[in-house]
């Protein structure tokens, strides 16, 4: 009975004594009995399995609920290692992606620790090679694991988040950099067998994308040390290629990195924001993406329901609804569009939109970021226009969590006179402002007590600060 039981990996182990880590501390081992039974478990697998594909499964369920809880610990062990980083070319995706949630811990942060350990290593790694079932058409996973294959996505996701923080140290460590390296094959689809047939068809192709947006995400944050010019170019061509796969799928992620990444490299700007205004067709005739331009930063900037008429035989398409609630990818995709070279698409676009959406994007927590991208990043006269439209907006913006960090955002880069104007406003209001748990610390920073007793004391610090500003920026230029 217990030869059977070990047979189909079925065995309680227990955590035993401690030894010295490489840092120096101690950690937790296996215990003696433990080694023993997934040295039995290694045994197994060199002998192949020639039973029925249900055995196998079985064998790799067992071992695995045997790794639960203590995940971390097996792949730090020399030969609990060595049987987990085997089994896990046999499990499932959904099983791959429960072993890779345990050792990530709950913040993803237990990550580094694995990965930069002799053994954890080679699990990490075995485990990342599981990845190259997103998309390939003749691999053995059955249509039921492909349901999962998502959560195995997402856990890669959350390696890269990790390695994207503490780059450096992947680098260096002896065995972090091969998990880095494995991180890179899978996210370049080297790993696929079939690279190829993972291009074909509208899935496979977002599916291609996103791993080399994925690829962005760990690399871009150090502007492409890794990548010369001519694989970046390479790299955005192909990902213009399956630019309308990539929205047809939903995935705005991908298309914020794009953009993102383009703000680094400007001879690519004017043909992806051509795209992006094809795709909301805003891009001919010319008097089209005039009329457009409100709706342009609209579609960036909120969810939009569509009613389609028929006009003399031609379908319009027209909002007929609109959601006041910004959505955190249409944010990010203008506060990116704010640092391309040309913002003249973006601010006309500002210049189109009323009262009512400016406030909500001044008081939305995804709204006031992107809103205040557009204004810091406008010349003073581009930034006068907005401000007065937004003039009988001060006291609202003040006493809104989100508005009142905004007006101070724009307070820190407004002249001297846009300062007065803004002050002129909010002062009528005073009691307001001064009672508000937002508003006060407006008042206070923008030294309104001041500005309403002492005008020209307040003239005087608002003209020295303007002019420290100014020196500060003509050295950082």
């Not at 478990?41 to 790794?67: C, I, Q």
């Not at 030969?79 to 499932?92: F, I, M």
């Not at 694989?231 to 992620?253: P, T």
Request: overall charge negative.
């Amino acid at each position: 009975m217990v030869e059977e039981m070990e047979v189909k990996g079925q065995r309680y182990f227990k955590v035993g004594q401690k030894r010295p880590a490489q840092d120096g501390t101690k950690r937790r081992r296996l215990d003696a009995t433990s080694v023993s039974y997934f040295r039995r478990v290694g045994d197994r697998l060199n002998e192949g399995f020639t039973e029925e594909e249900e055995e196998k499964a079985l064998f790799v369920e067992n071992v695995l609920s045997e790794v639960k809880g203590q995940a971390a610990l097996v792949s730090t062990d020399m030969t609990g290692s060595v049987a987990l980083e085997r089994l896990l070319s046999l499990a499932s995706p959904a099983q791959v992606a429960g072993v890779l949630a345990e050792l990530g811990g709950e913040t993803g942060s237990e990550f580094r620790g694995v990965s930069c350990d002799q053994c954890g290593g080679h699990v990490m790694e075995s485990a990342l090679r599981q990845a190259h079932r997103w998309n390939e058409e003749d691999s053995d996973v059955t249509a039921e694991d492909e349901e999962h294959c998502g959560t195995l996505e997402a856990q890669v996701k959350r390696v890269c988040g990790v390695v994207r923080e503490s780059l450096p140290e992947f680098l260096k460590d002896p065995y972090g950099s091969h998990v880095l390296r494995t991180l890179v094959q899978v996210l370049s689809g080297s790993l696929s067998r079939d690279a190829a047939a993972a291009q074909t068809g509208q899935k496979h192709a977002s599916q291609q994308t996103e791993r080399f947006l994925l690829f962005f995400c760990i690399f871009f944050p150090l502007k492409c040390v890794f990548l010369s010019c001519a694989q970046f170019l390479k790299i955005f061509d192909e990902l213009m290629e399956g630019f309308e796969a990539i929205l047809a799928a939903g995935h705005m992620g991908v298309v914020v990195l794009m953009v993102e990444s383009c703000v680094y490299w400007e001879e690519k700007q004017n043909a992806l924001l051509q795209r992006l205004l094809q795709a909301f067709h805003c891009s001919e005739p010319a008097s089209l993406q005039v009329s457009c331009l409100p709706l342009f930063l609209s579609l960036l900037a909120y969810e939009v329901y569509y009613n389609t008429e028929t006009a003399e035989g031609d379908a319009v398409t027209q909002p007929v609804q609109r959601r006041l609630s910004v959505s955190y990818h249409g944010s990010r995709l203008v506060q990116a569009l704010a640092g391309f070279k040309d913002r003249s698409v973006l601010m006309n676009s500002l210049h189109g939109l009323g009262s009512a959406d400016l406030l909500t994007l001044g008081t939305d927590r995804f709204g006031s970021h992107a809103l205040q991208k557009l204004l810091t990043a406008a010349s003073d006269k581009g930034r006068g226009k907005i401000l007065r439209k937004l003039e009988e907006l001060y006291v609202q913006l003040a006493c809104s969590s989100c508005g009142s960090r905004l007006l101070e955002a724009v307070w820190n880069s407004a002249t001297v006179s846009q300062r007065q104007s803004i002050a002129e406003k909010l002062v009528p209001s005073g009691s307001q402002l001064r009672s508000d748990q937002f508003a006060r610390h407006i008042w206070a920073k923008f030294g309104l007590t001041n500005f309403m007793k002492r005008r020209a004391d307040w003239q005087e610090v608002q003209t020295g600060e303007s002019k420290k500003r100014k020196m500060f920026s003509d050295i950082l230029q």
